[in-house]
Each structure stands twice: as structure tokens, then as C-alpha cells.
């Protein structure tokens, strides 16, 4: 009888979640120190991707070669574009800087084309970041993400060698498809690599690339004069991930978990704890936490159909704010032109400025919560943007225009690092057998505010105040549904829908662990 409830306990012991067992193997080992380094390199080329492009479609610095650019260059008193789209080509030279809307004639009665280029993106992004995520849940996520790299760097080898805008548009809308479905798959990996307490410190590192990246960017696109080459070190790094990732990473235990299958979880955690040189208990049976045995019918995306009311407002709540998140990072992204200053230089300053964001995000994302830090950003944009609002109307709060320029800055890193924890947090927020996907439709339907961003600079050329106030309206409105959404620090991974929709609808049957 001894004996018996020995082996009942015992068995009891060793039938572990896919989060107690990865907990155990370390918490932090190698496992988790590539996932983190990895995906930091893929975030720092996805920064240099999207700042090179911005600037290699300006009109680059010329000067006059005829007596009639000098003339009109002097009556206007300086090098203005519209000056410049009154001249011919044989009237201009180029500096030795050359880059995509210099080769391709993407400026004045082109310059349309420039948006079109981003709006190309977008829209591949879009349908990347759902395509790719449904697909990371069906087949799994490192199944995904390595031929997807590969393919990544494939295109981005071809835009390097683009003959035609043509070509690079729609070049530029496979890299789209490419790099959103990279974008969701890889944030959603290393959630689910890294154990809760780790999670938001190797979050933080990962995004925090993106402001650092924009600095490394600022700096090289400085000294490298040619946009192809730019796009080949790019390939050439794209390689590196590729490699690391199809060699070194295992898939996530998690997503064989969902699926019902349990040998394969235990042999993904094999591989976790031999990378991690920790050994697996033996006997170890991890628990089937799917309710049916038709868990994969059961645990598809159109699951979330038939969640509670309020959990399915709360995902819409969830939506709208990742829509605004992004409305507001790329309103002031592509505004960073017509803010005083060497672009270069600016840019530059505004990726050092984001490491303050960052190291708050890092501080307080487990010790406040994921919730509190999102609205204390979110508040603080809105103040800034409200004081630069002030500023254009001729009723300055603080002082002169470099207060504009302070804020707008500010307001830009606080919007980084709200990109960089919404994806933590919804990654906590959806259950594992539909997190790629829910994830891939949030990032999806947050292109949209990426999109309706490239436009901006048209309406700031007619009334520049109008920007800042469509940002505050978006952003308070985005603020007002955060107060209303639960707060996921220190909770488990929900695994199936039934636990996500007692986190959303404010239920408290849900398993919390104190980090």
C-alpha cells in the first residue's frame, strides 16, 4: 500500500506542463541566449531595411550646373525641391551619393511612386504576417521561420540587383509577405522558448535593437553612398540567421502541446535540455491540457468565435490598439524629415533616445506590469504630442521650436517600445495551438495603420496641426481600451481557449505564477 501511493505521487510529480519543464531546464541557458541573440540580429536588419529604404527614396543633395539653377537658386535663397523640379537634367548634378529615387526618377511628378513603394509593403505585410502565422500553427513554428529566411534573403539578393522600379516594387511586396510572417513567427518562438522570467528582460533586448539598429543605420547609410550595397551586407547577415536558426533552435514544445502531441513535445524538450547541457527528469509525462480529443478541431483560430462577449470585445479592444501603436510609430516616423535638422542626424538621435524607453520598459515590465507600462507610454506620447499640437498653433506651452523637436522625439520612443511589449503581450494573451495566428491577424490589421501613415506627409503639407491631432484622438481612444484589458505579468502561457477566454473576460481560474 506503501508502494502504491509512492508511485502515485511520484507520477504526480513528474507529469509537468511544457512551462514547468522549460522553468526547469534553467530558466536562462544557451537555448534561450541564441533565441535572444538571433532574433536581435533579424530585428536589427528588419531596422536597416525599413530606415534605408526611407532614405534611399529622397531626393538626394545636388548642385547647379547651368546659369538658370544658379539664378533660381538664388532668387528662392536655397536649394529648394521645388526649385529643383523646375530644372532639367541637364541643369543638376548629383552628388557622389546615388541612391533608389535618383536612379529610378522617383521625385517631383513621380513622387507619388515613393508612397506607392511603402503601400507595396504594407499590404505584403499584412498578408505575411497572417499566411505565414496560420501556417506557423498548422506546421510549426521553426518549420516556418527557416524557409521563410531563406527565401528573405533570396529577395532581398534580388532587390540588390533590382534593373527597373518595377521590379523593386514588387520586390518590395514579397519582402513584405516575407518579413511579416518573420516578424509574428519570431516573437512568438521566442515567447514560447523563454521562460516567464526572462521573457520581457530578452523582449526588451530583442526591440531594443530597433532604436540601437536606427543609430548603426543613421551612421553607415552616412558613409555608404550605394543603396545596392547596403541591401548585399543585409543578405549577407540574412545568411547568418538562416543558419542559426535551421541548426541550433528547436520547435516550440508549445506548439506540439497544442496539437495533442506529447512525444514530440518531450523529444523538443530533449533537444532544449541537451543544448542547455541540463538532463530531463526521468519519467518525465508532460500534461495533456487539451480538452477534447478533438483538440485540433477544437483549437483552431475560428475557436475564438465562440469565447464570451467580453473576452471577444477585449480582442477587438486588443486590435484596435495595435492599429493606433502603429498609426502613431509611422506618422512619426516618415515625419522625420520636416523636423529641424540633418536627417542623418536626427535619426541618429532618436535611436539614442529610445534606450531610455527601452531600459524602463526593462525595469518596470515585471515589477508594474505589461498594462501599466503601455499606459504610461501611451500618456506620455500624448502629452508630448499634445504640447507640439500647442506649438504649430502659435501658443507654444514651454518655449521655442526645439521643444517640438524634444517632444516629437520622445513621443517616437515611447511608440518604439509600445511596439516592442505589444507583442509580448499579446503573445501571452492567445493560447498556444492559435497564438501564431492571432498574433498574425493583430500585426495584420496594424498594417492598416501603417498604410494610412504613408499618406501623412500629405496632409501635414496642407495643415500641419492636423497630424498631431488625428495622433491624439487615435492615441487617447487607444488609451481608453487599455484600462478595460487584464494584465498578463507573471501568468502562464494560456494553452487552450477555455483559459484565454478566463484571462480576457476577468475571470481568476486561470494558473498564476509568482516570478
Not at 499566411?131 to 513554428?141: E, F, N, P, Q, T
Not at 540588390?160 to 509574428?184: A, D, K, P, T
Not at 533586448?205 to 550605394?226: H, P, R
Not at 535551421?246 to 497544442?258: D, I, Q, R, V
Request: proline share 3%; charged share 15%; with cysteine.
Amino acid at each position: 500500500f506503501t508502494t502504491l501511493l509512492y508511485t502515485i505521487k511520484f507520477e504526480e510529480v513528474m507529469k509537468q506542463t511544457v512551462e514547468e519543464v522549460i522553468v526547469s531546464l534553467g530558466n536562462f541557458g544557451n537555448t534561450q541566449l541564441i533565441t535572444t541573440l538571433v532574433f536581435s540580429l533579424y530585428q536589427f536588419i528588419a531596422c536597416v531595411v525599413a530606415f534605408s529604404v526611407s532614405i534611399f527614396l529622397k531626393v538626394p543633395e545636388w548642385d547647379c550646373d547651368s546659369q538658370k539653377c544658379s539664378e533660381l537658386t538664388i532668387k528662392s535663397g536655397g536649394k529648394e525641391i521645388s526649385i529643383f523640379c523646375q530644372l532639367t537634367q541637364q541643369d543638376y548634378i548629383w552628388h557622389d551619393r546615388t541612391n533608389i529615387a535618383s536612379e529610378y526618377g522617383v521625385y517631383c511628378d513621380n513622387a507619388y511612386l515613393a508612397a506607392l513603394s511603402i503601400t507595396y509593403y504594407f499590404v505584403g505585410y499584412a498578408i505575411g504576417t497572417t499566411l505565414l502565422g496560420v501556417s506557423a500553427d498548422k506546421y510549426g513554428r521553426k518549420a516556418v521561420a527557416v524557409p521563410t529566411l531563406a527565401l528573405y534573403t533570396l529577395v532581398t539578393v534580388l532587390v540588390s540587383s533590382s534593373s527597373s522600379y518595377n521590379q523593386f516594387l514588387i520586390l518590395r511586396g514579397i519582402s513584405g509577405v516575407l518579413h511579416g510572417g518573420l516578424q509574428n513567427v519570431t516573437h512568438v518562438l521566442q515567447a514560447e522558448l523563454i521562460p516567464p522570467k526572462y521573457r520581457n528582460t530578452c523582449n526588451t533586448i530583442k526591440e531594443g535593437m530597433f532604436g540601437f539598429g536606427l543609430t548603426i543605420s543613421a551612421l553607415m547609410l552616412y558613409y555608404i553612398t550605394s543603396w545596392r550595397t547596403v541591401f548585399t551586407i543585409l543578405a549577407i547577415l540574412l545568411v547568418i540567421c538562416t543558419l542559426v536558426v535551421g541548426k541550433f533552435l528547436p520547435e516550440s514544445p508549445f506548439f506540439f502541446a497544442g496539437k495533442g502531441e506529447m512525444t514530440l513535445a518531450l523529444e523538443s524538450l530533449k533537444k532544449i535540455s541537451d543544448i542547455n547541457r541540463v538532463k530531463l527528469p526521468s519519467g518525465l509525462v508532460i500534461a495533456n491540457n487539451t480538452p477534447t480529443p478533438t483538440a485540433e478541431k477544437m483549437e483552431s483560430i475560428s475557436e475564438i468565435l465562440y469565447v464570451s462577449f467580453k473576452t471577444k470585445m477585449s480582442v477587438l479592444g486588443l486590435f484596435e490598439v495595435f492599429f493606433t501603436h502603429t498609426l502613431l510609430l509611422y506618422c512619426l516616423s516618415y515625419h522625420v524629415s520636416a523636423v529641424p535638422g540633418d536627417v542623418f542626424v536626427n535619426s541618429a538621435m532618436m535611436g539614442i533616445s529610445s534606450l531610455p524607453a527601452y531600459y524602463w520598459l526593462y525595469r518596470s515590465g515585471d515589477k508594474y506590469g505589461r498594462r501599466k507600462c503601455l499606459i504610461s507610454f501611451y500618456c506620455l506620447t500624448i502629452t508630448c504630442l499634445f504640447i507640439a499640437w500647442c506649438d504649430t498653433q502659435g501658443t507654444p506651452l514651454i518655449g521655442p521650436i526645439t521643444v517640438q523637436l524634444v517632444c516629437f522625439v520622445t513621443a517616437r520612443s515611447c511608440m518604439l517600445a509600445v511596439s516592442s511589449l505589444m507583442y509580448l503581450y499579446t503573445s501571452e494573451v492567445f493560447p498556444s495551438s492559435a497564438r501564431s495566428g492571432l498574433v498574425g491577424i493583430s500585426s495584420m490589421i496594424a498594417r492598416g495603420g501603417g498604410i494610412l501613415s504613408s499618406y501623412v506627409l500629405i496632409l501635414d503639407s496642407h495643415n500641419p496641426s492636423l497630424v498631431y491631432l488625428i495622433c491624439i484622438v487615435s492615441g487617447s481612444i487607444a488609451l481608453c481600451l487599455l484600462t478595460l484589458l487584464p494584465d498578463t505579468t507573471g501568468r502562464k502561457l494560456p494553452e487552450t481557449f477555455a483559459e484565454c477566454d478566463e484571462l480576457l473576460s476577468g475571470r481568476t481560474t486561470v494558473v498564476t505564477r509568482k516570478i
